[in-house]
Nanobody
Framework: QVQLVESGGGLVQAGGSLRLSCAASGPSFGSYAMGWFRQAPGKQRDFVAAINNSPDSSAYARTAYADFGKGRFAIFRDNPKNTVYLQMDNLKPEDTAVYYC???????????????????WGQGTQVTVSS
């Protein structure tokens, strides 16, 4: 079992950047595919990005992005630090949400965009983008 703790959220102006971190506890971090979701008030939890399991984080790991994040968001992992990151650039007010980290043992060859596709969840970190 893995436990996930997100950090790095905050208040930023439109056009700014934030880097979210998700620290995982437990063995074999490289064996887990990692994902990010977000949930705005009154809305469902939406897929943001995912990165494949990778025993060697220096090697290329397959990634996937929601359309709204392509070109603005980047997911990457640092296995020795048991951490996955979400770099968010050119933020927009509509990016305001609680961002959640997720993990699972199966790779990105399986569906990724639904919450039930993922097994473990963090508590979330708030991102607020002002106009």
């Amino acid at each position: 079992q893995v436990q996930l703790v997100e950090s790095g959220g905050g208040l930023v102006q439109a056009g700014g950047s934030l880097r979210l971190s998700c620290a995982a506890s437990g063995p074999s971090f490289g064996s887990y595919a990692m994902g990010w979701f977000r949930q705005a008030p009154g809305k469902q939890r939406d897929f943001v990005a995912a990165i494949n399991n990778s025993p060697d984080s220096s090697a290329y790991a397959r990634t996937a992005y929601a359309d709204f994040g392509k070109g603005r968001f980047a997911i990457f992992r640092d296995n020795p630090k048991n951490t996955v990151y979400l770099q968010m650039d050119n933020l927009k007010p509509e990016d305001t949400a609680v961002y959640y980290c997720a993990a699972r043992m199966v790779g990105l060859e399986y569906p990724t965009t639904q919450t039930y596709n993922w097994l473990y969840w963090g508590q979330g970190t708030q991102v607020t983008v002002s106009s």
